[in-house]
């Protein structure tokens, strides 16, 4: 078996200070017709048809709420073809050759900060709505269902925490666009009417802290302050965050907006920022390709849709093409990748790419390390029991599974190197 988790953290951080490189000129592009959210979706364009930057091209269909499909290029629809999806699963994807001219469709405007200030919240629903604004952290949670909470929102907080090893690609976003996160910043304030702002960046990061010290002078009538929390693993798990940066204890099971406080992931917010200034869906992201299994380890600004197979030849490739695992996402919550015919959607963070080491799994020797260290207060040696004997009822009752945030930190720890992560997302299956 692969303990994908143990290899980390005997290797440093490979990108955090390298600059970002552009690669946001792919031949082609891929936008998925469905997505882990929404099981169904249609196409609204054929083989031949011109489209440009921004412009819908389809719908997506989950079970309670619908994303537009937006195109991140301007060129011709090709056809659909089949690729894996960052959820593992063979998907149906707009194929589109890029033009490279970046024609805009005529509904990206740029808005007057009159028209801005002008703006209601349900203004800020109906726009991220439009624009498929969705959690960019990894969640992929509709952005409008956020704004449309009627719970009073008194602090927004900035999640810049990006706590799992290896990744990068939001620590460069806070470097080189601060201002971006700022005006989103106050875009989200204006939205809820909220008094005051936290961004949440590690303690260790003193040239983040510097950044956004520095950018904020350029906005001294915002009420936002740069909070520095610990540098540990799940630092950045919503709870521990609001916690750590603000001093509120959110139970378990109870929303952070019943709390007065709206969390929202950075690279969101600056989505927040091209949807209400530019009136534009999410084109590109940062991206972080890493792992001693590729040769130039890389951060990358990329257009949503490209081919990962692109980027990683753009870092050299492989370092062993028959010795390798990858993860899309961070190496804690991310998902193994089989095959790199992936493509990179608006949720990607990050590929991890390491030279796999093979473990066995031994015997559980009730150490308790697992329980120790769920910072969920879980008993993962009984939820893996639990699993093994099919049972449901104690999976939804004492062992509590929904509470489960698959950090991978029981497995992390496991002295017999046990995959206790991979229980609990079966025991989550089961407990359905
Ligand atoms: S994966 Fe779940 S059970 Fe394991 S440590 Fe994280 S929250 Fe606890
Ligand atoms: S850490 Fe591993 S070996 Fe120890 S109790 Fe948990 S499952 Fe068993």
């Known amino acids: 078996m692969i303990a994908k988790t143990r290899e980390i953290a005997n290797i440093r951080k490979l990108t955090n200070s390298l600059p970002t490189i552009r690669y946001v000129d792919p031949d082609y592009v891929y936008l998925a017709i469905t997505n882990a959210r929404c099981a169904e979706g249609e196409s609204y364009v054929k083989v031949g048809d011109h489209v440009k930057v921004g412009q819908k091209i389809g719908l997506r269909k989950g079970p309670f709420f619908e994303q537009p499909i937006h195109s991140t290029v301007s060129g011709e629809i090709v056809g659909v073809v089949k690729k894996f999806h960052r959820s593992g699963k063979l998907t149906e994807f707009i194929q589109i050759k890029n033009d490279k001219k970046d024609t805009f469709v005529e509904t990206a405007i740029e808005r007057t ?12 629903v109906r726009i991220t709505k439009e624009m498929s604004l969705v959690g960019l952290g990894g969640s992929s949670f509709p952005t409008y269902i956020k704004f449309q909470t009627k719970d009073p929102i008194d602090t927004i907080c900035i999640n810049a925490v990006e706590c799992e090893p290896y990744l990068s690609a939001d620590h460069r976003l806070v470097m080189e666009f601060p201002y971006r996160i700022y005006n989103g910043i106050s875009y989200a304030m204006q939205a809820f009417q909220a008094k005051r702002a936290v961004i949440c960046i590690k303690k260790k990061y003193q040239d983040l802290y510097d950044c956004l010290t520095v950018a904020k002078m350029r906005f001294p009538n915002l009420n936002v302050e740069v909070k520095r929390v610990g540098n540990y693993y799940p630092q950045g798990w919503e709870i521990e965050m609001i916690k750590s940066g603000l001093g509120i204890h959110v139970p378990t099971g109870v929303l952070p907006a019943k709390l ?16 209400i200034r530019y009136n534009l869906p999410v084109i590109k992201r940062n991206f972080t390709i890493t792992g001693d299994g590729i040769n130039i380890p890389q951060n990358y600004r990329v257009r949503i849709g490209t081919s990962l197979k692109e980027i990683i030849d753009q870092s050299g490739g492989y370092k062993d093409d028959t010795n390798k695992v990858m993860i899309l996402g961070g190496p804690m919550m991310g ?36 329980v120790y260290s769920c910072p969920a207060g879980l008993q993962p040696v009984n939820i893996m029991q639990a699993v093994k004997n099919n049972d449901k009822d104690a999976l939804k009752g004492k062992l509590n599974i929904k509470a489960c945030i698959l950090c991978g930190m029981c497995a992390y720890t496991c002295t017999s190197k046990i995959q206790l992560t991979d229980y609990c997302r079966k025991a989550k299956k089961l407990a359905q």
Do not use: H, W
């Open 335 to 370: 998902a193994n990748l089989v095959r790199d015919d992936a493509v990179i959607t608006k949720t990607c963070t990050s590929c991890i790419i390491l030279q796999e080491k093979k473990e066995v799994e031994e015997p559980c020797v009730r150490c308790a390390s697992c």
């Open 113 to 124: 900060p009159e028209e801005i200030a002008a703006l209601t919240k349900d203004d800020f």
């Open 260 to 275: 007065g406080v709206m969390v929202f992931n950075v690279s969101t917010i600056v989505g927040l920022y091209k949807a």
